[in-house]
């Protein structure tokens, strides 16, 4: 879960942490005034995407990968339905981005903003979510602007840094890191929290 701690919080006080994309871009761009209109009509156009992006995009998305890639392995069992679920929802959020694009450049408010920001990085795997891109090209189109922005090629190019030989990774580390990604279940409250009320 993507979360930032803020020092010099807007408006002053205490250090303010914020968690989840959606809220932490809304948060950074009322901050430095930028990508996010203060126009009630244009801002509400943003956050709608921005809300969209968080509740559809990223989750439908994510969860086609996770099929795609466990679908690979035999002791996964058939993972067919899944895999046509998640691909079918795919198209379809393409679809929504197709439409949203009618007669624009960019998403909402006739300018660059978090929604652009917040979507094009999931939409830019379209070949990793088996799309045809040639079906969707208003999508192109606006992924092809997106991506020549100098900021957005620097951040686009982050990773490969960070990335290990997955070869060289322990089985004990590679089970220890899956059940931090996977099958978690919800934890008590921590008795140090009730302690300290």
């Not at 922005?149 to 990774?169: F, H, N």
Request: glycine share 10%; net charge negative.
């Amino acid at each position: 879960m993507p979360a930032i701690v803020d020092h010099e919080p807007l408006g002053g006080g205490a250090p303010l942490a914020i968690f989840e994309s959606g809220a932490i871009l809304a948060y950074l761009a009322e901050k430095a005034g930028r990508f996010w209109p203060e126009v009630p009509h244009k801002k509400y156009q943003v956050l709608q995407w921005v809300f969209w992006q968080s509740a559809n995009q990223g989750p439908k998305m994510g969860e086609q990968g996770h099929f795609r890639r466990a679908s690979a392995d035999v002791k996964n069992g058939d993972l067919g339905y899944a895999v046509r679920r998640f691909d079918d929802e795919a198209h379809r959020l393409f679809g929504v981005l197709e439409l949203g694009l009618f007669g624009k450049q960019f998403l909402a408010a006739e300018e660059y903003t978090i929604a652009d920001i917040i979507c094009y990085p999931w939409a830019s795997r379209w070949e990793f979510c088996g799309i045809d891109i040639g079906e969707f090209p208003r999508v192109a189109a606006w992924l092809a602007t997106i991506g020549e922005r100098p900021a957005v090629t620097k951040a686009m190019a982050l990773g490969p840094e960070y990335q290990e030989d997955q070869s060289t990774i322990s089985m004990d580390e590679r089970a220890r890191r899956a059940g931090i990604l996977i099958n978690q279940r919800a934890r008590p409250i921590p008795a140090e929290w009730v302690n300290y009320l």
